[in-house]
């Protein structure tokens, strides 16, 4: 119930998540989802957040595979995103793959 202090990490994961019980679902900051089509998952999805019609909108408007929305505490806005493939081997490989160095400075920009 207070991980927080001992910095623990939960990823709750469901494809129905008006199944999820209500106080879990009032303790999660940080949400992902994906398209949804019930109302009732929309409704538990966005519970308790500000901006809810206009979310609801956004989810609205999301491909139905490989793309997603987070939002909440860890994002400093919404943002509907493509997820990474996985299971190729061209998606192995770029994992494997060395990284490009980000400069702070360049990141700062952005924001």
Known sequence: ???RKYNATLL???QRPSGIDEE???QLGTKITCLLDSERDIDSVLAGM???SALKSVLAKLASR???LIFGHAVPMPVAFRPRDYGTP???KELSSPKNEVDNDSLEDLW
């Open 66 to 68: 490989q793309q997603a």
């Open 90 to 92: 061209e998606s192995y």
């Open 1 to 3: 119930r207070e991980m």
């Open 12 to 14: 709750v994961i469901d």
């Open 50 to 52: 500000s901006g809810k």
């Open 24 to 26: 879990v679902m009032s």
